[in-house]
């Protein structure tokens, strides 16, 4: 293992999920982190203070969530690219400013290291209950992205995939590890810089005068500028036309909205990534993310060996969900199985693409461990029956 003379490690290391996703905001070009300290997501932004001086980026502890989750929306619109770092109540916290980075398309990532709820819960322990809050929890339509990551390789893997999608769609996109991810340590190889494909903020050619900051082309994703480029900027929360001016009236409100939402919708099959083991043709297909798809996989394969006929599918990104993969498969499978740690969220949309064609199993957990590996294969066995 060792620095490059920019100070980004390359090499192999062994280190934890926390750790591993700092090292590859790194990578992907990530030079302003706001946070505040909150377990078990703290080493990340730990590791990052201590490292950060090296590249010439900054990071602050700010005085709460909130004040953290809309400092980086302001370096963003710096120039930099940015992330925040929190769990549980921390991510409640933050919502308002994730409401406001959707209308403001500000591109940022937002790591949440998933711990028991509600509440303050089981800060030390694990869960995976934060899924329908990413998606749903600020006010109003907006679709985002949320990676779900299973080891710390992918801790630093996704981690660049999620900073080049925030670029790419400027929308926030949510990092979804949970404690046991975070914590575990594992192998991890980091490339050198020049075999890392990082994607570029989308910044505009016009020149000043020209350019209207929330004018968007055929991909629906306007061109950015920073501030102190020369150019006149209006960046708000109201709803506002292509100058980023108030429009508040119900024909601009459509027509944003629409873009907001269809800029995702339109792009899902580029951006949907799932992880497919024996699905054509299985009876069962066992759907699962983060920590519990690795559980999952001991179950599948000890359910293999008792002559079951049963596929993994791993969301690898949960939203957005792959609905039409599911709805496929749904045409073949006789039942899914959706072990989560939670009382059930993501089987309801697992239910909601089956749509009726098959029997959907749900395997909640109230979270403080994974499952059992024997749990989930008495579920697959029963589906397969």
């Avoid at 060792?2 to 750790?19: C, Q, R, S, Y």
Wanted: with cysteine; glycine share 10%.
């Amino acid at each position: 293992m060792h620095a490059d003379p920019k100070g980004v490690l390359t090499g192999i290391h062994f280190i934890d999920g926390d750790h591993a996703a700092c090292e590859g905001a790194l990578a992907a070009g990530c030079r302003f982190v706001a946070g505040y300290p909150i377990t078990p997501s703290t080493e990340v932004v730990e590791r990052f203070a201590s490292r950060i001086p090296l590249v010439g980026g900054v990071f602050i502890q700010m005085e709460d969530e909130i004040a953290s989750s809309i400092a980086i929306l302001g370096g963003a619109w710096a120039g930099k690219k940015v992330m925040t770092v929190t769990s549980g109540p921390g991510l409640s916290l933050m919502m308002e400013h994730i409401g406001l980075a959707v209308i403001t398309e500000t591109p940022c990532v937002i790591v949440d290291v998933q711990r028991g709820g509600p509440s303050t819960g089981l800060p030390t322990l694990p869960a995976q209950a934060d899924l329908m809050q990413v998606k749903w929890g600020s006010h109003g339509d907006y679709e985002i992205i949320a990676l779900s990551p299973n080891s710390p390789q992918e801790c630093f893997d996704l981690m660049i995939k999620a900073f080049n999608l925030a670029e790419t769609y400027r929308v926030p996109v949510f990092f979804m590890m949970d404690e046991v991810v975070g914590h575990m340590t594992e192998r991890v190889e980091i490339p050198a810089p020049e075999d890392i494909d990082v994607v570029d903020r989308k910044w505009t050619t016009k020149k000043p005068g020209e350019y209207n900051v929330y004018q968007a082309g055929a991909d629906l994703v306007p061109e950015m500028v920073k501030a102190g480029d020369g150019y006149r900027i209006h960046v708000t929360g109201l709803t506002h036309d292509e100058r980023g001016y108030p429009a508040m009236n119900p024909v601009a409100q459509d027509k944003l909205v629409r873009r907001l939402i269809n800029k995702i919708r339109d792009h899902r099959e580029d951006i949907v990534d799932v992880r497919e083991d024996g699905v054509e043709g299985a009876d069962v297909v066992v759907v699962s993310f983060g920590i519990t798809s690795r559980v999952a996989q001991a179950a599948v394969e000890q359910a293999r060996v008792r002559g079951v006929k049963v596929g993994h599918l791993r969301l690898v990104i949960c939203w957005p969900f792959p609905a039409t993969r599911i709805a496929q498969l749904a045409e073949t499978a006789k039942a899914f199985v959706v072990p989560e740690l939670n009382m059930g969220q993501m089987v309801l949309e697992v239910e909601r693409a089956v749509c009726g064609r098959a029997a959907v199993l749900p395997i909640g957990h109230a979270g403080g461990t994974v499952h059992e590996p024997a749990t989930i294969l008495n579920k697959i066995m029963e589906a397969a029956q």
